[in-house]
């Protein structure tokens, strides 16, 4: 059992950035990866960008550049820094974290990018 709580979404102008948050509790031995995806209305959920347990990291192509994924292993949370904000990235962010063959998702934040 792993609980996932997200925190930073808002109301922002374009051009501007916002950093998110990703607190992990509960049964968190083993995670082998976690992440930020979203979902806007109408499309599929996507995955913005993710982070294994040794580090590595991986963006979506329209991200790369604009948002970096980072963790905090004491603290069992991850991060996502957002810049250079489009009305485009208008979407719930949802964080995600997989151990083993199980996969656990937060309740998500909203985040608007006005024009």
């Known amino acids: 059992q792993v609980q996932l709580v997200e925190s930073g979404g808002g109301l922002v102008q374009a051009g501007g950035s916002l950093r998110l948050s990703c607190a992990a509790s509960?049964?968190?031995?083993?995670?082998?990866?976690m992440g930020w995806y979203r979902q806007a209305p109408g499309l599929q959920r996507e995955l913005v960008a993710g982070?294994?347990?040794?580090?590595?990291?991986n963006y979506a192509e329209s991200m790369k550049g604009r948002f970096t994924i980072s963790r905090d292993t004491a603290k069992n949370t991850v991060y996502l820094q957002m810049n250079s904000l489009r009305p485009e990235d208008t979407a719930v962010y949802l964080c995600?974290?997989?151990?083993?063959?199980?996969?656990?998702w937060g309740q998500g934040t909203q985040v608007t990018v006005s024009s």
């Open positions: 982070i294994t347990n040794g580090g590595s990291t």
């Open positions: 995600n974290a997989r151990l083993g063959v199980v996969t656990y």
């Open positions: 509960g049964s968190i031995f083993n995670i082998n990866f």
